[in-house]
């Protein structure tokens, strides 16, 4: 079992920046995990936002943060966080933590194992 815990959303301006931050405990997420970023925003379903191996591999985004956000991880920590700039109106989504077995990202969020409580990110015209 690994717990997640987010941490970071809040309201901003278009053009802002955000950094969120993922806690991950319980069960060592170990070489052979996964650590992920969704995004849900009212009426819509789960998005792929960002996903990383916690040991090998480049990060994975999905196009539309393509150059505004960055994610990455500190494996003494087991931390993962996003580093989110240029923010849109169109960021505006509750930011989901997620984890999975194995190395592999994928985008579709029925892959993943675990989940935090996900946290508001509000992006203001």
């Known amino acids: 079992q690994v717990q997640l815990v987010e941490s970071g959303g809040g309201l901003v301006q278009a053009g802002g920046s955000l950094r969120l931050s993922c806690a991950a405990s319980?069960?060592?997420?170990?070489?052979?995990?996964?650590m992920g970023w969704f995004r849900q925003a009212p009426g819509k379903e789960r998005e792929f936002v960002a996903g990383?191996?916690?040991?090998?591999?480049?990060?994975m985004y999905v196009d539309s943060v393509m150059g505004r956000f960055t994610i990455s991880k500190d494996n003494a920590k087991n931390t993962v966080d996003l580093q989110m700039n240029s923010l849109e109106p169109e960021d505006t989504a509750v930011y989901y933590c997620?984890?999975?077995?194995?190395?592999?990202?994928?985008?579709?969020?029925?892959?993943?194992?675990?989940w935090g409580q996900g946290t508001q990110v509000t992006v203001s015209k």
């Open positions: 997620a984890a999975k077995s194995g190395s592999n990202v994928y985008m579709d969020h029925w892959m993943w194992d675990y």
């Open positions: 319980g069960r060592t997420t170990g070489d052979n995990y996964a």
């Open positions: 990383i191996s916690w040991s090998v591999g480049s990060p």
